[in-house]
């Protein structure tokens, strides 16, 4: 199995691994009391939005015909870079009661062995299950800069370093020129044109040493198999809507009839490279792909693939 992504295998409601990956997105997952923490969640809305982290909560999110629990709750803790978890009690008849939902989430995050950073009221008391665990205590009046420092340190302790991020940069660059390609560098209006049917879904040019080909490649690894394939489907019915609109251009005088024939024999040869994470992804989307017939020859890698290609061809990365 490959270990470069930790994965959830194993389900904590019993149903099928879903795969997620951990500490996949660039989001912050929140845990709170609704109607109990209004300051607090603007505040931290506001911290995480300016270091481009997106903030998570379950009350904000649908799951129509899904299980809400694993969509709105579960995968989004696994996902998040970290996680906060407000751990104010409700106040019912006069008497403090632990919010069961939570809790709940609270106690997920440190299954999961996520980094969270916990807060509660300075008047208010901790349950007696994570009394003993490190927990910020705050006021009104103390909670932005507390909260500040503490978003802080969690995204230092938790941003990857960059060292892994140029290893895989460089091995891709060494893959791409082992197979006779170079990324495209976006000089025309043409390259432009067709570097932006694959932009918006994750995709990179590249053009062949002849120049006369072009490909799109995808490095879709921290992706489990279901998105690998929505961009993929995505990209197609792209290709296919640019070549069912040549002749409303050539009416609209965009481009001549001579230049559709080029165009379109551009993009009927086009390629599409996948590079997903391990070899059961592989499997599952050339199978997906396998059974759907594509029109454009569409190659999918696994990062182990990777490797062996630039061993067995000599790469100098390996």
């Known amino acids: 199995m490959d270990n470069r992504l930790r994965r959830n295998e194993i389900c904590v409601i019993g149903l099928p691994r879903c795969d997620f990956v951990f500490a996949s997105a660039r989001s912050c997952f929140i845990a709170y009391g609704f109607g109990t923490s209004d300051l607090e969640m603007s505040i ?11 903030p998570l909560e379950a009350g904000g999110m649908r799951a129509p015909g899904m299980n809400a629990f694993c969509v709105k ?12 978890v407000l751990l104010n009690n409700d106040i019912r008849d006069g008497v403090e009661v632990p ?18 950073i916990p807060f509660q009221r300075a008047e208010q008391k901790l349950p007696f299950n994570v009394a003993a665990l490190d927990t910020i205590k705050y006021t009104n009046e103390t909670f932005a800069a507390q ?6 340190q969690a995204v230092a302790a938790t941003t990857p370093t960059s060292v892994p991020i140029v290893d895989l940069n460089q091995k891709l660059q060494t893959f791409v020129l082992l197979k006779g390609c170079s990324f495209a560098r976006i000089e025309t209006e043409g390259d432009k044109a067709i570097f932006d049917l694959g932009s918006p879904l994750g995709f990179n040019l590249l053009m062949t040493f002849a120049g006369t080909d072009y490909a799109f490649l995808g490095n879709f690894t921290p992706l489990r198999s279901e998105a690998v394939l929505w961009r993929v489907r995505m990209l197609y019915r792209a290709i296919d809507g640019r070549r069912s609109s040549w002749d409303a251009r050539v009416k ?21 490279w996948l590079i997903v994470n391990g070899d059961h992804d592989r499997e599952a989307v050339k199978a997906a ?18 490797d062996r290609e630039l061993t067995s061809l000599g790469g100098a990365i390996a």
């Open 252 to 272: 609209a005088g965009l481009i001549t009839k001579d230049q559709v024939g080029v165009l379109d024999q551009i993009l009927s040869r086009f390629q599409i």
């Open 99 to 116: 919010n069961p939902n939570v809790n709940m989430e609270y106690g997920l995050m440190l299954g999961f062995n996520k980094y969270v």
């Open 289 to 306: 792909l396998a059974a759907e017939r594509p029109k454009y020859q569409t190659q999918v890698f696994s990062l182990a693939d990777v």
């Open 147 to 152: 909260a500040a420092t503490a978003v802080d």
């Open 73 to 84: 709750i579960c995968s989004k803790i696994i996902t998040s870079q970290f996680c906060v």
């Open 44 to 54: 931290l809305r506001g911290l995480l939005d300016k270091k481009g982290i997106e």
